[in-house]
């Protein structure tokens, strides 16, 4: 009886462990077959279908965040934009319901770690080595990845449209450079999305790029000073 007791204890103490620090107790198996993707991951992710790196860490966290770091590499942007120009846009993208509550949260995520970032990050099964090293594949599919940049772009660009359109009705040159100012700022922001678009499908980004013209949008506001 006082055996069962004990046992009942460690169970109920090693669930109340999982619970407050957010994961299992038990170590994950090591050893075993190492999956294909360890010795071949074009095989598995073939680089026309998906964008993925390998990555290992002594925890699951650990190896995600390596893999993901190095997938991050591969969508670092020359373009620009500044972190207080960043947050505008997610603000007005956020107050506008034409783009939809999944657009809206990628711009907030996309937005919030400048040129390194993408969206549509997952992550395979865990595999860990006979020493104890825990490995994990973050991939992101390039066609559904794709689809949504188009479909953000699209959407900027129709809130380009309105802004310029409102500046056309201003009552006077200050309310006429804020709202083209405000335009530039989608613009510009569109331009690094197309820039991350280039590494994922060239096609799409061909599609999208020619209906920005940030370079237009800058003239335009200048004239306003």
């Known amino acids: 009886m006082k055996r069962a007791h004990f046992t009942g204890a460690v169970a109920l103490a090693a669930l109340a462990f999982s619970l407050v620090f957010g994961g299992p107790v038990f170590a994950q198996a090591k050893g075993g077959p190492a999956p294909a993707w360890m010795s071949d991951l074009e095989k598995v992710y073939p680089d026309t279908r998906y ?3 390998v990555g290992s860490g002594d925890t699951r966290r650990d190896a995600e965040a390596d893999a993901s770091g190095a997938l991050a590499r591969r969508f670092r942007v020359d ?9 505008r846009y997610s603000d007005l ?3 506008n319901q034409d783009y939809s509550e999944t657009e809206r949260s990628v711009v907030q995520k996309v937005t919030s770690t400048a040129n390194e970032q993408f969206i549509n990050l997952a992550y395979s099964d865990p595999w860990t080595d006979s020493k104890g090293k825990v490995n994990i594949v973050a991939f ?7 689809a949504l940049y188009r479909g953000i772009v699209s959407k900027d660009v129709a809130l380009i449209a309105s802004l310029k359109d409102r500046a056309a009705k201003a009552p006077g040159k200050l309310a006429a450079f804020a709202l083209i100012d ?3 700022l989608v613009s510009r922001n569109s331009d690094r999305m197309v820039a991350q678009l280039q590494l994922i499908s060239t096609t799409v980004a061909k599609e999208v790029a020619g209906l920005l013209d940030s370079a237009g949008l800058a003239k335009q506001r200048d004239e306003l000073v």
């Open 93 to 95: 993208v956020s107050k």
């Open 140 to 146: 992101l599919e390039r066609d559904k990845t794709a």
């Open 79 to 87: 373009i620009k934009v500044d972190s207080q120009a960043m947050q």
């Open 182 to 184: 405000s335009a530039l």
């Open 51 to 53: 964008m993925a790196a």
